[in-house]
């Protein structure tokens, strides 16, 4: 054979191995269980076949199947229901695409790559195009880098777009976060993501559900090299990877984890593993763990298998659930956790024990399932939180440097963006044109933020005849929703909704006209169910409401286990898909009942869905719930407790025990006592009212009171918080003239610290920790002007542009003053600032007349407002 026809042959060979293609599971076992998967979720989505699985009819590569298939077996209900084919195939193209065009992208094992680079959704926020709308521009960013360079330049570009502000608990999506400029750490770790992902990053966002030693959670990233997964704070860069604002946060923390998209695979540290995700513990990477073993006897002494086990961790004034795991056939189960306190609390079917533990003195707890209290048992617990006793290594003075110039001039490109948002010259014009109040057209613009657009073509374009309907239309939605929604979803819910002029009464605009009903996203609901309702129903509805549930019941499969996101399937996406998790079925419920022009809600408290016919409320109960007694007892809440006030989910909750396990009711947060103007009809049944006081980021002095409500019984509960007995400690000591210095010619300031002492703040105003505090303040500022003293907050490092003005910040502290003291120097030799930790800021300081400090907060921490309140004179 000559050399020319081996070589013709070789050629051959070649072109015909290239024709098949690599697929993209490699591993049999597991492709074989995302095909299984795969048919057992087209069935499930079989009302929405041709939405969602026609494109698998398209001339399509064998990865493409491979990614559309990998997407949709491990999806929520609320993806099924909410989008459609052509939209996940764009985004499985561009993530293949990305796998390409990177330089780390060919060593992306397929199970990492499928886990955390190819999903479209974070959490539960709306998914958006956001992949397909910013993918050039990112991968062009990176293009040169290596990864971890690559992670922390598109970080840079997410603080370009958002800072942090807090806001509602529905989360926007990416492309909504960027078009108002900012985002809770919920949201800006979901466009970071979403950003990462994009450039063909492996990232997840890893969340503490509740701190230890602070009220409230945190979000943030990380992301995969080689083997290894590394952080960073979303929105906030840093100039390295592993470490941010809330590092020293994080070592004190009882639970870091994340969610991972698909089934389970790899051997990471879970919690539980389930069908469609799997939970990680991440918490060994940041602080010091102990695995914690619970076996759990039925009441005759006997292993209980399948008990549901909650460690429980006191926040928000209610014992949260960090984890529920399941115990196996020997009744045990086991947690990894920091050295903190928890409540463990074992229940199964209606029987429940439960107890207090310390992490780092226990290994093994015992609990015996049919725990019986008597009405009226009061139980004190003292918690403890984990304590770091040295701070963090610092970063390099000039890697420090060089990120702020970074920074500062990212504040410049945002502010650039936020400046071209409608000015008042416009309003006015609008206001003019149309005949409008422009206060109150000003107010509506300005909550709109970067959405101004949309806003302005919506009333640009109302007859005059609905002028007063579109503005009460756009004052009742939420300030995130004024933020992200659409003109035609607008016009959809003025046009459709049936009330006139004369029904435009405060309850009609809030629970008819209003289109928000929980935290689901806002869409075009009227119109839709005009068309898909039959004719029956719209005539029968309105003698006997009732009708609506019968509707639901008949044509709502419900399956909450498949929409494990918890992000709310519209109505519309239950309706077309005729299969729902409970909470998107209340949803639902209340948006046909308001489309029908009947009042309806979610109540607050039970959250569970009524409406209002013969002049009352009317529960609603699905024909898989077991409603309780019609009749109600009446709880009144009172409290001789003025220093603080006492508030929901701040200092009490109120729970009611449902199978075995005490659920929380949902208030208003910071709804203070003397809020709750009525009683509360409520259930009979067994409750449960929790109090705490945190008297210091250690330490929390609970109660814990069990009661029986009965029938037409009107009960008045006293809320009197636990109070600390321990004497005050004079923590170093203040030189006030240093600080009088600093603001020349002010009189009233020396005398007021001559009178009444003075509280110092020395803040980072570019970090979330610092506006927390903005954030607090304004809660208590009756009592803090009753004081009558002066707050100081002074700049403890450079800015970084000049995006921060302290005459933007609403109702702080009557007398605030704000300077500079870099490096904390005025603090002299009464701290040695080198023993706190580099992320100090802020660092709060209360001191009385004489200069004795008698309390410091360091760092990022909930509630701080209260903490200074409660060491005043």
Known sequence: MNKAKIVLIYLTIVAFSGCKEEPLITNNEYRDLVEKTFTERRQLAANRDKELFSVLDKDITEKERDALKFMYAFMPLSDLADYNGDFFLANADLALKSKDETKWGKDIPDYIFLHYVLPIRVNNENLDSFRISYHDELISRIKMLDIKDAALEINHWCHEKVSYQPSDIRTSSPMATILSARGRCGEESTLTVAALRTAGIPARQVYTPRWAHSDDNHAWVEIWDRGEWYYLGACEPEPVLDRGWFTEPARRAMLIHTKSFGAPYGNENTINKFKYFSEVNNLAKYAITKKIIVKVKDSDGTPCKGANVEFKLYNYAEFYPLASIMTDDNGSCRFETGLGDLLIWASKNDKFDFLKISVEETDTVTLKLGKTLQTGTSLDMDLGVPVVRSPFPGISGDLVAENEQRLKDENNV????????????????????????????????????????????????????????????????????????????????????????????????????????????????????????????????????????????????????????????????????????????????????????????????????????????????????????????????????????????????????????????????????????????????????????????????????????????????????????????????????????????????????????????????????????????????????????????????????????????????????????????????????????????????????????????????????????????
């Open 414 to 873: 945002r502010q650039d963006y936020i400046d071209t948002w409608i000015q008042p010259e416009e309003i006015r014009s609008i206001s003019i044109n149309r005949n409008i109040d422009s206060i109150r057209l000003s107010k509506i613009f300005s909550r709109s933020m970067g959405n101004f657009n949309e806003i302005m073509s919506f009333v640009s374009l109302v007859p005059d005849s609905l002028v007063e309907k579109a503005l009460l239309l756009l004052e009742v939605v939420a300030d995130k929703d004024l933020r992200d929604i659409k003109a035609s979803v607008l016009a959809d819910h003025l046009y459709y909704c049936s009330l006139n002029k004369e029904q435009l009464s405060d309850d009609n605009i809030k629970y008819i006209l209003n289109p928000r009903i929980a935290n689901e996203m806002i869409v075009p609901w009227r119109i839709y169910f005009r068309s898909a309702l039959p004719d029956k129903l719209f005539e029968t509805s309105k003698k006997d409401p009732s009708v609506i549930i019968s509707y639901i019941n008949d044509n709502i499969k419900l399956a909450d286990d498949e929409n494990f996101y918890k992000a709310p399937i519209t109505p519309i996406g239950v309706h077309e898909l005729k299969i729902s998790d409970s909470w998107s079925r209340s949803i639902c419920f209340v948006a046909i009942c308001r489309t029908l022009g009947i009042p309806s809600r979610l109540e607050e408290g039970r959250l569970i869905p009524q409406y209002y016919f013969n002049n009352k409320w009317v529960d609603v109960y699905f024909s898989d719930q077991n409603p309780p007694s019609e009749k109600k007892g009446f709880i009144r809440f009172t409290s001789t407790d003025t220093k603080p006030v006492p508030e929901y989910y701040t200092h009490f909750t109120l729970a009611r025990l449902e199978s075995g396990r005490y659920i929380t009711l949902s208030y208003d947060y910071n709804k203070k006592v003397t809020d709750f103007k009525d009683e509360i009809a409520l259930p009979p049944g067994k409750y449960l009212l929790v109090t705490g006081n945190r008297i210091s980021d250690s330490k929390i002095l609970t109660n814990l009171t069990f009661f029986d409500l009965n029938e037409n019984e009107h009960r008045k509960i006293d809320i009197k918080l636990r109070k600390s007995l321990a004497e005050k400690k004079n923590l170093g000591q203040l030189d006030l003239k240093n600080f009088t210095s600093l603001f020349p010619g002010n009189k009233e300031l020396t005398g007021s610290f001559e009178s009444k002492g003075v509280v110092i703040i020395w803040i980072d105003p570019e970090k979330e920790p610092t506006k927390h505090i903005f954030n607090d303040l304004p809660l208590l500022k009756t009592e803090l002007d009753t004081w009558g003293g002066f707050f100081i907050f002074l700049n403890g490092k450079p800015s970084s542009g000049n995006v921060f003005n302290h005459s933007n910040l609403k109702s702080l502290p009557s007398k605030s003053l704000f300077g500079d003291d870099i490096k904390l120097e005025l603090l002299g030799k009464s701290i040695d600032v080198k023993t706190l930790p580099d992320d100090k800021l802020p660092f709060v300081a209360v001191a009385d007349r004489n200069g004795n400090i008698v309390f410091t907060s360091t760092g990022y921490r909930i509630g701080i407002g209260e903490q200074i309140l409660k060491n005043l004179q």
